[in-house]
T-cell receptor, first 112, second 111 residues
Framework: DAGVIQSPRHEVTEMGQEVTLRCKPISGHDYLFWYRQTMMRGLELLIYFNNNVPIDDSGMPEDRFSAKMPNASFSTLKIQPSEPRDSAVYFC??????????FGQGTRLTVV | SQQGEEDPQALSIQEGENATMNCSYKTSINNLQWYRQNSGRGLVHLILIRSNEREKHSGRLRVTLDTSKKSSSLLITASRAADTASYFCASREAAGNKLTFGGGTRVLVKP
């Protein structure tokens, strides 16, 4: 397996634009997590899914953020409209029920 | 919000010395995990300790868990320059299986 795949690796966008981050989890994993990492706030859990169903989205900062998992092999995190304070590295991770999570390489988002 | 805190936030040691970092968490857990992150990269899993375990070893890593204090420690023995990275603890919560991370410890191992 190629591991967790995120795209794009880097994204630079203008304030107000819509941004969509993509994640392909490891095949067979039933948990998928979206995290945001910044120097100020560290690694924050935004939302996680179990069997494609959102379980806890309490970490989603505002209504501008939304996440979907239409099937077991694909998830998106969308920001609309984007703001400069959304600039961060966004990680996707997948796991089975209890063991360790496997992380993608992250998407570095810069909103100017 | 972060599940817990890590201590210290940064650590600088000489190659060959041991590095110890601590982590606290807030809720009941299934397990406690430690991850490593090199600059600009994703997190990589190092070791997992279950809630009914007190100590676990893997190579140069030693993890302890005290569920009564809701705390864990990671010891890296005989450190190497290549151990320079940030280390994060993560708790797998008993309710909902959420995986939340502490603030991390930045470790610098000087050759």
């Amino acid at each position: 397996d190629a591991g967790v795949i995120q795209s794009p690796r880097h994204e630079v966008t203008e304030m107000g634009q819509e941004v969509t981050l993509r994640c392909k989890p490891i095949s067979g994993h039933d948990y998928l997590f979206w995290y945001r990492q910044t120097m100020m706030r560290g690694l924050e859990l935004l939302i996680y899914f179990n069997n494609n169903v959102p379980i806890d989205d309490s970490g989603m900062p505002e209504d501008r953020f939304s996440a979907k998992m239409p099937n077991a092999s694909f998830s998106t995190l969308k920001i609309q409209p984007s703001e400069p304070r959304d600039s961060a590295v966004y990680f996707c991770a997948s796991s089975l029920y209890s063991p360790e999570a496997f992380f993608g390489q992250g998407t570095r988002l810069t909103v100017v | 919000s972060q599940q817990g805190e890590e201590d210290p936030q940064a650590l600088s040691i000489q190659e060959g010395e041991n590095a110890t970092m601590n982590c606290s968490y807030k809720t009941s857990i299934n397990n406690l995990q430690w991850y490593r992150q090199n600059s600009g990269r994703g997190l990589v899993h190092l070791i997992l300790i279950r809630s009914n375990e007190r100590e676990k070893h893997s190579g140069r890593l030693r993890v302890t868990l005290d569920t009564s204090k809701k705390s864990s420690s990671l010891l890296i023995t005989a450190s190497r320059a290549a151990d320079t990275a940030s280390y994060f603890c993560a708790s797998r919560e008993a309710a909902g299986n959420k995986l939340t991370f502490g603030g991390g410890t930045r470790v610098l191992v000087k050759p």
